[in-house]
C-alpha cells in the first residue's frame, strides 16, 4: 500500500517557484511534468514559448507530448508577464543590452532591500511601461520602483 503524505518540492529561487504553480494550475498538468519542464529549459525560453505558441519547444520535453503542449500555450499565454524581462535573457534592446541595465538595476533594487523576486517583477513591469530602446538606467530604476509601489 502507498503511503500519501506531504511532498516537498525544492526550487532555486522565487521565480521558478512561482512558475511551478502557474503551471501546475492547468488541467492535466501535475508536479512531475512541471519538474521536467523546469529541469529542461530555462525559465525565458519556457515563458517565451508559451507565448510564441513554439508547440515544438515544449513537446522536447520529457513527459510532454503535442496535446499538453498546445494546452499549456492556450492556457497560460499572457498569464506570464512577470516572467518575461528577466536578467540575464535575451530580449530586444537599444544600445545597450537590456540585460545590462537589468542586471545594474535589479543590483540596485536587491541594495535597497526588495527581494529578487520583487525586484525581477518591477523590472519585467517596468519594461512593460518603457518603450524599446530605452537605456537609461535610471529611467529602468524609477520606473521598476513606480511599479513596485503600486503592489
Same mark, same amino acid.
Given at each position: 500500500?502507498?503511503?500519501?503524505?506531504?511532498?516537498?518540492?525544492? =526550487?532555486?529561487?522565487?521565480? @521558478?517557484?512561482?512558475?511551478?504553480?502557474?503551471?501546475?494550475? &492547468?488541467? /492535466? $498538468? *501535475?508536479? +512531475? #511534468? %512541471?519538474?521536467?519542464?523546469?529541469?529542461?529549459?530555462?525559465?525565458?525560453? =519556457?515563458?517565451?514559448?508559451? @507565448?510564441?505558441?513554439?508547440?515544438?519547444?515544449?513537446?522536447? &520535453?520529457? /513527459? $510532454? *507530448?503535442? +496535446? #499538453? %503542449?498546445?494546452?499549456?500555450?492556450?492556457?497560460?499565454?499572457?498569464?506570464?508577464?512577470?516572467?518575461?524581462?528577466?536578467?540575464?535573457?535575451?530580449?530586444?534592446?537599444?544600445?545597450?543590452?537590456?540585460?545590462?541595465?537589468?542586471?545594474?538595476?535589479?543590483?540596485?533594487?536587491?541594495?535597497?532591500?526588495?527581494?529578487?523576486?520583487?525586484?525581477?517583477?518591477?523590472?519585467?513591469?517596468?519594461?512593460?511601461?518603457?518603450?524599446?530602446?530605452?537605456?537609461?538606467?535610471?529611467?529602468?530604476?524609477?520606473?521598476?520602483?513606480?511599479?513596485?509601489?503600486?503592489?
Amino acid at each position: 500500500m502507498l503511503e500519501t503524505g506531504p511532498v516537498l518540492y525544492g =526550487f532555486a529561487d522565487d521565480t @521558478e517557484r512561482l512558475l511551478f504553480r502557474k503551471v501546475t494550475a &492547468v488541467k /492535466g $498538468i *501535475g508536479a +512531475k #511534468t %512541471a519538474l521536467s519542464l523546469l529541469r529542461s529549459l530555462r525559465v525565458g525560453d =519556457f515563458v517565451t514559448a508559451i @507565448e510564441k505558441g513554439d508547440v515544438s519547444l515544449l513537446s522536447n &520535453v520529457p /513527459g $510532454i *507530448g503535442k +496535446k #499538453t %503542449a498546445e494546452r499549456l500555450c492556450f492556457e497560460l499565454k499572457g498569464k506570464l508577464d512577470e516572467f518575461l524581462f528577466l536578467p540575464g535573457e535575451e530580449t530586444k534592446g537599444g544600445a545597450r543590452a537590456p540585460c545590462d541595465i537589468s542586471s545594474v538595476v535589479l543590483e540596485a533594487l536587491l541594495g535597497l532591500g526588495f527581494t529578487r523576486s520583487e525586484a525581477n517583477v518591477g523590472l519585467n513591469r517596468a519594461s512593460l511601461r518603457l518603450k524599446d530602446g530605452v537605456a537609461d538606467e535610471g529611467l529602468w530604476l524609477q520606473e521598476a520602483l513606480r511599479e513596485l509601489k503600486r503592489n
